[in-house]
């Protein structure tokens, strides 16, 4: 079992910058591909990036890309995710998730937070 805990969502304007965090508790973290996917209301869970065991390999959504970005550091069992430039369509909950793979669907993901609100104002 892996127990995931978001946090660092707010409201912030178009334009601005936030980070979130994803604390992991229970079997090894470094066992695992992290991934990031978003919900906006009346639509479905979109993928937004996705890092490997080790950090050495990041994947991106087309409509994140050049603006967001994906780390880890194991030994505080976090995953980050720093957005930058931000649009009001970002706008959603954020959910961590855990993979035993980098992967890019929501089913390939066992284990999954509460999730964070963003809001990014016009």
């Known amino acids: 079992q892996v127990q995931l805990v978001e946090s660092g969502g707010g409201l912030v304007q178009a334009g601005g910058s936030l980070t979130l965090s994803c604390a992991a508790s229970?079997?090894?973290?470094?066992?695992?591909?992290m991934g990031w996917f978003r919900q906006a209301p009346g639509k479905e869970r979109e993928f937004v990036a996705a890092?490997?065991?080790?950090?050495?390999?990041?994947s991106y959504g087309d409509s994140v890309k050049g603006r967001f970005t994906i780390s880890r550091d194991n030994a505080k069992k976090t995953v980050y995710l720093q957005m930058n430039s931000l649009k009001p369509e970002d706008t959603a909950v954020y959910y961590c998730?855990?993979?035993?793979?980098?992967?890019?669907?929501?089913?390939?993901?066992?284990?999954w937070g509460q999730g964070a609100q963003v809001t990014v104002s016009s």
């Open positions: 998730a855990a993979s035993s793979a980098t992967a890019v669907l929501p089913v390939d993901y066992g284990y």
């Open positions: 229970g079997r090894t973290f470094s066992n695992y591909a």
């Open positions: 890092i490997n065991w080790n950090g050495g390999f990041a």
